[in-house]
């Protein structure tokens, strides 16, 4: 049976440093996905209205810019949010520590017992870390209070998710900027090949295979469409 990866030295050392870094793919699938539903859902309610390509184009690229840097927004103020409240934590276990090291290394006991060592390697385990204050942090903030070691930057999460809102969101409205003869259908075709590679791409992360991650994808974006274009259909004497 072919194993997932190496478990050569040197390769589990490349690995650990690679996985313990900040990764920035889901920003980006949360960014895609948004973008390509919300632009497309526009798309959509516009035609089912039956005004005019131009609305259509008006309306997309507002939706591109304004709820794109919205997103990205939201997605910086989130994990800045995050940075802070372990920030802030990493204070508060530092000062524990100063004021009540005894009270904290019973913490890393349990902690430690919990995972289960016992006897003389238990206070082996608990006089190691408590030596190193960084690493002691460090092991309090991932062991109590439950947060990742590795944290993303705000602006980098922001970024990403309005690069992929804008790349993907934008697909949609290609065929109504372009002369396609049937732009619509140009459009819902291939705003349905992006939902389904955002699906495909974000089964990495899931036991699901790609064709079913990209197929469930697609269903859920083609649903919020088909909803927006009913909407627009059924209120298309308003306009």
């Not at 304004?66 to 994990?79: E, I, K, L, V």
């Not at 802030?88 to 902690?111: M, T, Y």
């Not at 003389?120 to 209070?145: C, P």
Request: with cysteine; charged share 20%; aromatic share 10%.
């Amino acid at each position: 049976m072919q194993l997932e990866h190496s478990h050569e030295r040197e390769d589990i050392s490349e690995r650990l440093a690679a996985e313990n870094s900040p990764n920035y793919v889901r920003d980006w699938v949360y960014g895609g996905i948004d973008g390509a539903v919300t632009t497309f859902a526009i798309v959509a309610g516009v035609v089912g209205a039956q005004l005019s390509a131009g609305i259509i184009v008006i309306l997309g690229l507002a939706n591109l810019l304004a709820d794109g840097f919205s997103m990205a927004a939201s997605n910086y103020s989130g994990t800045k949010t995050e940075l802070d409240d372990r920030a802030r934590l990493h204070e508060i276990e530092k000062k524990h520590i100063r004021l009540a090291p005894d009270g904290e290394r019973e913490e890393l006991r349990q902690i430690l017992k919990a995972k289960g060592l016992d006897g003389k390697l238990l206070e082996e385990a608990v006089d190691a870390i408590a030596a190193n204050e960084a690493v002691w942090i460090e092991t309090m903030l991932t062991e109590e209070y439950g947060l990742a070691s590795a944290m993303r930057s705000p602006w980098k999460s922001g970024i990403a998710t309005f690069a992929a809102f804008c790349v993907c969101g934008a697909v949609p409205l290609l065929p109504f900027l372009l002369p396609f003869s049937q732009p619509f259908l140009w459009a819902s075709i291939l705003t349905g090949v992006v939902f389904f590679i955002i699906g495909a791409i974000k089964a990495r992360w899931s036991l699901a295979p790609w064709w079913q991650s990209g197929a469930e994808t697609f269903a859920i974006g083609m649903l919020a469409a088909s909803a927006a274009y009913l909407v627009g259909y059924l209120l298309r004497g308003l306009a």
